[in-house]
């Protein structure tokens, strides 16, 4: 099963926006109708996200020695357990902002929102204070916010010291062109 969000070898074409693919006349392709992340999880998501799939195996590794000892209902608490990490962590990896023909997604570890496009105004590059790996602690840096026609804005989509963008301001900058770009080719459209 590929998993291209892992990969460092993705198309550029795949980032590029969708209004510069060719769609079939009279129709939608398949492929333009999925959610596509214009950048990559950076080493910080990626490192805590293997961390807690190394924690989940102990605990699946304990809740096997605790079967065989014969304390199942232990074993079924251990289990669920290790299922509640794993699945945080496989939404860990989904975290960030989402582009498709539909609109944007911002998607949270508990929560996800989508924008339509046609309720974007603009996307904007902004300099201001923003948190450093989502902790309290804030830094001067560069953010990502979108501008919402007639509604509450929407809050900051991704910052350059965000666990996808520490230490990586080539990354940065090249997502934040991605999602303006896409935001862009779809108010037009």
């Known amino acids: 099963m590929p998993l291209p969000f892992l990969t460092a070898d993705r198309d ?5 926006p969708a209004g510069a693919a060719a769609v079939p006349p009279g129709g ?4 333009s109708a999925r959610w596509r992340r214009p950048y990559r999880p950076g080493p910080w ?4 996200t293997a961390l807690l799939l190394l924690l989940a195996s102990y605990v699946l590794f304990a809740a096997m020695i605790i079967a065989v000892a014969g304390s199942l209902p232990a074993a079924g608490i251990c289990v669920a357990v ?3 990490v794993i699945l945080t962590a496989v939404r860990l990896v989904r975290v960030g902002v989402w582009v498709g023909e539909r609109g ?5 570890l508990l929560s996800a929102r989508t924008v339509p496009w046609a309720e974007v105004t603009a996307v904007r590059l902004v300099q201001q204070p923003v948190r450093w790996l989502g902790l309290p602690r804030t830094v001067q840096g560069r953010a990502v916010v979108v501008e919402r026609a007639g ?3 929407l809050a900051t989509l991704v910052t350059s010291h965000g666990a996808d963008f520490l230490g990586r301001p080539q990354a940065f900058d ?12 779809f108010r037009r459209a």
């Open 174 to 185: 090249i997502a934040c062109d991605a999602v303006e770009g896409w935001a862009a080719d």
């Open 45 to 48: 998501r990626v490192g805590v």
């Open 12 to 16: 550029v074409e795949e980032l590029a």
């Open 104 to 108: 944007l997604r911002h998607v949270r």
């Open 82 to 84: 290790a299922v509640l």
């Open 28 to 31: 939608h392709d398949e492929d």
């Open 151 to 153: 509604g509450a804005p």
